[in-house]
Nanobody, 128 residues
Framework: VQLQASGGGLVQAGGSLRLACAASGRTFNRYAMGWFRQAPGKEREFVAAINWSGSHTVYADSVQGRFTIARDNAKKMVYLQMNSLKPEDTAVYYC??????????????????????WGQGTQVTVSS
């Protein structure tokens, strides 16, 4: 699976951005998809994930209620709608694919090592 993230940019605090991740490969609907981010000087952190069918999602506490992850299996796309952006959301955002699936909270794919494929990242900068 090859992943290509896009949609980053510069936005003022309180604004919105929509990130997109295009996937190649025939079995996109057999991968859970996740978004991670990495700010300068910090470790990569989990943002959101969605399971194979899109029926289940999970979010980091820091973005719950502001970000929404969605997928379109027919188009092989995954999206991250980011609203009410804050300066602390500034980071490079990466999409990732995992061959695992999840339904239960015990199976949530929130660790980077659970993902096998990564996109190149897209910069999101939120000004105050």
């Amino acid at each position: 699976v090859q992943l290509q993230a896009s949609g980053g940019g510069l936005v003022q605090a309180g604004g919105s951005l929509r990130l997109a991740c295009a996937a190649s490969g025939r079995t996109f609907n057999r991968y859970a998809m996740g978004w991670f981010r990495q700010a300068p000087g910090k470790e990569r952190e989990f943002v959101a994930a969605i399971n194979w069918s899109g029926s289940h999602t999970v979010y980091a506490d820091s973005v719950q209620g502001r970000f929404t992850i969605a997928r379109d299996n027919a188009k092989k796309m995954v999206y991250l709608q980011m609203n009410s952006l804050k300066p602390e959301d500034t980071a490079v955002y990466y999409c990732a694919a995992s061959p695992r699936n999840f339904y239960l909270s015990t199976d949530y794919l929130t660790q980077a090592q659970e993902y096998d494929y990564w996109g190149q990242g897209t910069q999101v900068t939120v000004s105050s």
